[in-house]
């Protein structure tokens, strides 16, 4: 029922800014922790930007709070990923993912991804 919905990749340059957003539909009536998770070519899908249910917020590495910004909307359903000041390094593919809070207190996983959107920054 839930669907994650991805925009705002593209091509830049470094220094440049994007800012990504993820529409999440069909889940209304729980509550989310959500993140943004970035997959560089030939590497493994990682975190960069987390952000819970009550809306507090971390970055890995933590230096990356320097440049990017998690956050949602006041009810919480689109999901944003500011990214200043872009470099290279920040190339991949950008997921949207969401946890099911109440699903995951009663016991149960209810785990949601986007399909991805290319961010590419050239040098």
């Known amino acids: 029922q839930v669907q994650l919905l991805e925009s705002g990749g593209g091509l830049v340059q470094a220094g440049d800014s994007l800012t990504l957003s993820c529409k999440l539909s069909g889940g209304t009536c729980s509550s989310y922790s959500m993140a943004w998770f970035r997959q560089a070519r030939g590497k493994e899908r990682r975190a960069v930007a987390r952000i819970n249910q009550n809306d507090f917020s971390t970055y890995d590495p933590e230096s990356l709070k320097d440049r990017f910004t998690i956050s949602r909307d006041g009810a919480q359903y689109t999901l944003y990923l500011q990214m200043n000041n872009l470099k290279p390094e920040d190339t991949g593919v950008y997921y949207c993912?969401?946890?099911?809070?109440?699903?995951?207190?009663?016991?149960?996983?209810?785990?949601?991804w986007g399909q991805g959107t290319q961010v590419t920054v050239s040098s």
């Open positions: 993912f969401a946890s099911d809070e109440e699903a995951a207190y009663l016991g149960r996983r209810r785990d949601y």
